[in-house]
């Protein structure tokens, strides 16, 4: 546990509210989350520019003049809602123009002839200037002789604050830059060659010939990624140091049986690994934290499976929730037919369930009849009770909530173990800066038999055509197809699940009766009734069916091996994970497949997955492409936010320092409490919040 962090020498005067941002002003600033001095101070530049001259503007060009005022004047216009204009001429060492400021008669006795100023707007090729923003070069520090060529810096703005006046107000707010604490030792600096904290931020707001932006950012980045690193390491601690668990340590009897007699296939190399790793950590009386990452297809539910039943081997019970009910129900079948002959109690419980069902389900969790339950969020339910839980899979784990997950994890006396799953394989970048306090076990080796899945990109109406033609050849040789349908627009206030379902069943109408006329369709969506997709996905499984026009509720569980060709409309509307798990329906049996992706050629995410087969090579293009910030969906608060200074995969060396860093310093000081790491511990609370670093339950 972290102990009572030391404060700041001058807090006050970095957390005191700005106290000129009135109105839209003060809208303006809260939009960009800034409220203090501090904020002001953090509030990076987006980029720079040099500014121009006036012999350089181009007609219609926006762009940054660095000027000196030759005379002004205001003029009055007869039109409603206007104030009146006001018009200066202006001069650098290359010419003069006219600059138009519109409804600011007062900027008359504000800039008057010699004022220097830094204008922003848009040139219109007659030697004249119309000013979008502005603001006195004096008060931006601007020496004589200074405009000329000089680096202007631009920054996130919104209505109400333009970057001009933010550059305004933080070269005031530089004055308080003496009161910066700075929670790196001395030591660390010097390892790592990095500035102190308040020369880091002038050098980025203010550089000049000895102050490179470029290392400011790299000292912010830095001790940004050093405090989410011991962050994590600190929870590791934590749970060793306060939570217990029943340690699953006897000889394996049922897993041994169910391996060798009941599993239809021998387990890959890296299944056993994984199966070896977790063997180890379910033995221990600390809450194993895992989390298992793999390729498409490679057999994550075999080795929870494998996890859950050392659980029900030892008298316990285990739970595996997913996020939605058509992949709880999907685990569940295949649960069911992975355990073939081997006398395991199982059950499904899901928000759909009926009040007697749910009833004799809950009754036999609470009196341990039950051994091993699949299900959604109705498994945190509070008066779902369980006798022992002793290991809970959280499957598609980044589409839950922080609390939700610990809902599960967490329970009253011995804490269950838990394994994380997840479908879409993570870059070592990522997982680092995501999930630095789970350990982690990697599937990468498919199943023997799999054939590679051939991705085809479709553009046009004769692209279209041949897409048909292809998916038609497959089903005349008696495979099957995946038709996918990504939703298509949505106003603000509609359900995304109910347009997706509106999206499929759109196009289930328009099949039906045009390029699959005559063929057996059935539909599959979010928004039908529970019934309705099971008999769906039978008639599908069965081969009744011949197409499955869906929505992405069948992005990962689904395993109808009969299945070789998936054609995804609109392809480009998906991230290039969402893309590769779709694509690992198909590929499944003994057949070649083809995945055909219908969107614009030029497109880089469907050129990447038709190049790449390799879901984690997809994983760093991803990476790349969308930034560490959007890679697993929806933002969340605490150790899950996304980072303010540092940015993957551009830090990828500078994260594994950190964390190198990190491990160091808590080997000598494992709770922060000596003097050195003060201000360094109060940085952590203040960057990550109390909750993310508050005790754990006990």
């Excluded at 972290?2 to 700041?8: H, I, T």
């Excluded at 005022?69 to 290359?94: K, N, P, Q, Y």
């Excluded at 011991?230 to 006897?250: G, H, I, T, V």
């Excluded at 560490?628 to 899950?640: I, Y």
């Amino acid at each position: 546990m972290l102990s009572a962090p030391l404060r700041w020498a001058a807090p006050s005067r970095l957390r005191a509210p700005l106290k000129l941002a009135k109105g839209k002003l003060a809208d303006g600033l809260g939009a960009l989350d800034v409220s203090d001095i501090g904020g002001l101070l953090e509030h990076l530049p987006r980029d720079r520019r040099e500014a121009r001259t006036i012999a350089q503007l181009q007609a219609g060009e926006q762009a940054t003049v660095a000027v000196e005022v030759r005379s002004i004047s205001a003029r009055a216009v007869r039109r409603r809602g206007m104030r009146g204009l006001v018009e200066a001429t202006v001069f650098d060492h290359t010419g003069s123009m006219r600059a138009t400021f519109f409804n600011q008669p007062w900027l008359v006795e504000r800039y008057p002839a010699g004022t220097r100023l830094l204008l922003h707007g848009k040139a219109d090729g007659r030697r004249r200037f119309r000013v979008s923003t502005h603001a006195p070069g004096a008060e931006l520090g601007m020496a004589d002789g200074e405009q000329q060529g000089a680096s202007v810096a631009h920054y996130p703005a919104s209505e109400g604050v333009s970057s001009t006046k933010l550059l305004t107000l933080i070269r005031e707010a530089c004055v308080h830059l003496p009161d910066v604490p700075e929670p790196l030792a001395a030591r660390v600096r010097a390892a790592e060659g990095l500035p102190r904290r308040a020369q880091a931020l002038a050098a980025i707001h203010f550089p000049d010939g000895e102050q490179d932006p470029e290392h400011g950012l790299r000292r912010l980045a830095y001790e940004e990624l050093l405090l989410f690193q011991l962050a994590f390491l600190l929870r590791r601690s934590q749970r060793a140091e306060l939570l217990c668990s029943r340690a699953l340590d006897q000889p394996a009897t049922l897993t041994d049986s169910w391996l060798r007699e009941s599993l239809p296939f021998e387990p890959t190399a890296d299944q056993r690994a994984a199966i070896a790793r977790i063997g180890v950590d379910l033995g221990a009386a600390t809450p194993m934290q895992r989390l298992l990452m793999g390729e498409v297809g490679s057999g994550k539910t075999v080795v929870a499976l494998w996890a859950m039943l050392r659980a029900v081997e030892h008298g316990g019970q285990a739970a595996l929730m997913a996020p939605t009910e058509t992949l709880a129900e999907q685990h569940f079948a295949t649960i069911q037919s992975l355990l073939g002959a081997q006398n395991v109690s199982t059950a499904l419980l899901t928000g759909s369930a009926t009040a007697k069902r749910r009833a004799d389900t809950l009754g036999k969790l609470r009196s341990g009849e039950l051994s091993l339950i699949v299900g959604t969020h109705a498994l945190i339910e509070p008066d779902v009770q369980f006798r022992e839980l002793a290991v809970a899979v959280i499957d598609e784990q980044h589409r839950f909530g922080v609390r939700q997950r610990a809902a599960l994890e967490h329970r009253d006396g011995l804490q269950p173990h838990t394994l994380h799953m997840t479908a879409t394989p993570i870059p070592r970048t990522l997982a680092l800066a995501r999930h630095g306090d789970l350990d982690r076990s990697v599937l990468r080796e498919l199943p023997r038999g799999r054939r590679p899945i051939e991705t085809r990109i479709v553009d046009g109406e004769q692209g279209r055509a041949g897409a048909y033609a292809a998916l038609r050849e497959q089903l005349n040789a008696g495979r099957q197809a995946y038709v996918v349908c990504p939703l298509i627009e949505q106003e603000q206030g509609q359900d995304a699940e109910a347009e997706e379902a509106r999206a499929a069943t759109v196009e289930f109408e328009r099949l039906s009766k045009g390029e699959l006329a005559g063929r057996t369709l059935v539909l599959l969506h979010g928004q039908m009734r529970p019934r309705e997709k099971q008999e769906a996905m039978a008639r599908f499984a069965c081969g009744e069916a011949e197409v499955l026009v869906a929505t992405t509720v069948i992005e990962v569980g689904v395993d109808v091996a009969n299945a070789t060709v998936m054609l995804i409309e609109n392809a480009e509307r998906f991230g290039i994970s969402q893309l590769h798990q779709l694509r690992g329906r198909i590929g499944r049996g003994e057949h070649a497949s083809l995945c055909l992706l219908a969107g614009p050629p030029g497109s880089a995410r469907l050129r990447a997955l038709a190049e790449h087969s390799d879901g984690f090579k997809l994983a760093e293009i991803d990476l790349r492409l969308r930034k560490e910030g959007e890679l697993l969906g929806t933002r969340q608060s605490g150790l899950g936010a996304a980072f303010c200074f540092a940015e993957l995969p551009r830090d990828a060396e500078l994260l594994e320092r950190a964390r190198a860093q990190a491990k160091r310093i808590l080997q000598e000081d494992p709770d922060l409490s000596g003097p050195v790491h003060g201000l360094l511990s109060d940085a952590l609370e203040r960057t990550l919040g109390a909750e993310a670093l508050a005790p754990l339950p006990a």
